[in-house]
């Protein structure tokens, strides 16, 4: 009995050692499993915080983009708005243009008319001029025919009469000169009275011409303050030599005052803004100018299409402006810049004081004559004028390599284009 009580003792024992092995790794199987949960957990809550973030920044570039895509819409809508009023505004300004076209058709055919009027006054004073030199003589020799009758008067009373023959003739002779000198009489009072008609024409022209002149130049000051504002108005023009194509060159021009020449600014701006120079070139170096025109000796088939922009623009063959404006305030100096003769498209820029070259003089056979138009001078790129001067020339002082104008702009003093 004492022996079983013994053994179930230690069975006892031996099953709670057992119990608290078990319970011992189970308790570590629990920890473990309880580490790899909280783990487990620490990670997805960490994800869980990454994607909270990483939403929360998409959000905010969402909201972002969102602020960014209204203030877009609305600098969209702005432009939009922006080029109606410039396609109205395009529009009225080409209705303008037309309106000042037809005014410029119909002054040049009334300047026309004043020319051939001018032209024939001139043809009748010269017919006049020559019958009063035909009257002039007619008038001394019926002096001399009175001379000789009072001395064949004197002759008879000295008792010493002439042949009634001679006396005859002489009193005939007379009679005949006397005829004579009173048509011319009547002829010279015609042609006086021809010359007031002529020269009340003359005035009368003369003054309309002048209102007319005023009056464009007035229209001309209105648009250009209209299109491109008040001014100081700037223009930049990029070439391309032929030496290094791949380099753009610039020369910036300021223009002259636009009270001083309004026609002539307004002229030389549209022929900028319509690119009317783009693809031409710089035909001429002299030593006292250097030209450029919408010409290119190079390439006859780009020369053509030049020229066709030329006359459908109607700046040839009559020249692109009215008429000249010059203004001793704004003399040829060197780098000015001028048109022709012809009133443009050419322009020159002048690589020494042309003052006396181009300004107004006086030509024999012709008289005195207006100065070239000089309406604006160059304030940037002087190196570039010098180096095409020093380019190589031809016989009749054409460049011998192609400079080529490859842009036009009307810019603003920053050098901003302004359309």
């Avoid at 809550?45 to 990454?50: C, E, P, R």
């Avoid at 402006?321 to 050419?346: A, C, D, I, N, W």
Wanted: net charge negative.
């Amino acid at each position: 009995m004492q022996k079983d009580c013994h053994q179930t003792q230690n069975d006892y024992h031996t099953c709670r050692s057992h119990i608290s092995e078990e319970t011992n790794k189970w308790r570590i199987y629990a920890d473990q499993n309880i580490r790899a949960c909280q783990e487990y957990v620490e990670r997805y809550l960490g994800d869980a915080i990454s994607a909270y973030k990483l939403a929360s920044v998409g959000l905010s570039h969402a909201i972002n983009r969102s602020g960014e895509h209204e203030a877009l819409q609305l600098e969209l809508n702005h432009q939009e708005a922006m080029r109606t009023a410039l396609e109205n505004s395009n529009e009225i300004l080409n209705q303008e243009v037309e309106a000042l076209e037809k005014e410029r058709a119909k002054l040049s055919r009334q300047l026309q008319n004043f020319v051939i009027e001018l032209e024939d006054a001139q043809r009748d004073l010269e017919v006049r001029d020559l019958e009063r030199v035909e009257c002039d003589r007619n008038h001394r020799d019926l002096i001399t025919c009175e001379e000789t009758l009072n001395q064949a008067d004197q002759y008879k009373a000295n008792n010493e009469a002439p042949s009634s023959h001679v006396l005859k003739q002489l009193t005939d002779q007379v009679k005949v000169l006397q005829n004579q000198g009173r048509m011319k009489e009547n002829m010279l009072e015609e042609m006086g009275f021809t010359i007031n008609n002529a020269k009340k024409s003359v005035q009368y022209w003369k003054a309309k011409a002048e209102l007319l002149v005023e009056k464009i130049d007035s229209r001309s000051r209105r648009d250009v303050l209209k299109t491109y504002g008040p001014g100081p108005h700037y223009v930049r023009i990029t070439l391309s030599l032929s030496s290094s194509p791949d380099v753009s060159e610039n020369i910036l021009l300021k223009m002259a005052p636009l009270d001083m020449m309004s026609h002539t600014i307004q002229i030389f701006l549209n022929l900028i803004e319509e690119k009317i120079y783009v693809g031409g070139t710089f035909i001429l170096a002299r030593e006292h100018i250097l030209a450029a025109a919408p010409i290119d000796a190079f390439d006859p088939e780009n020369n053509q299409i030049l020229e066709e922009k030329m006359r459908e623009g109607g700046y040839i063959p009559d020249g692109a402006l009215l008429f000249h404006q010059y203004s001793p305030e704004y003399p040829h100096k060197k780098y000015t810049v001028g048109f022709s003769s012809t009133g443009g498209p050419l322009f020159y820029i002048n690589t020494q004081d042309n003052v006396e070259l181009h300004g107004p003089r006086h030509i024999d056979n012709e008289g005195d004559v207006d100065g070239d138009p000089v309406f604006a001078s160059v304030v940037e790129g002087f190196d570039v004028i010098q180096r095409i001067h020093a380019l190589p020339r031809n016989e009749d002082d054409s460049l011998e390599t192609r400079v080529q104008i490859v842009d036009t702009y009307v810019v603003d003093i920053d050098g901003n284009a302004q359309i």
